[in-house]
């Protein structure tokens, strides 16, 4: 039996860009994790990742970065209990997944000083 490793990334927490982000919580059962959220958070999408970091390579004494792949979970799968929102999602024991929330609704840069 493989051992899959599911985590909930609280990214948006140690960045301090995104201020009072969600928190992102996680249950699991046999064959489905649920992933929930407080519904006053707004314009945050459901983000899954197979890893966490970036491949990159060097060429010439240039570092190329490859962006890793991530798989935006549709708003359309998600629920509501009327306090938080959530999404469950089959465990897929093929491969690691990593979730964390993203949004857009970064705040405006700084004034220049």
Known sequence: MAIVFVAVLLIARL??????????????S??????????????????????????YFVSNGVTYYIPRKRNIIPTSSYGTNGNNLF?????????????????NNLPPPPPPH
């Open 87 to 103: 999404v469950v999602l089959p465990i897929d024991f093929s491969t690691n997944k990593f979730y964390m929330l993203q949004t």
């Open 15 to 28: 960045h301090p860009c995104f201020g009072d982000s969600p928190l992102l919580s996680i249950t699991s």
């Open 30 to 55: 046999n064959t489905n994790i649920m992933l929930t959220w407080p519904q006053t958070s707004n314009n945050w999408v459901v983000v899954e990742m197979t890893k966490l970091t970036s491949d």
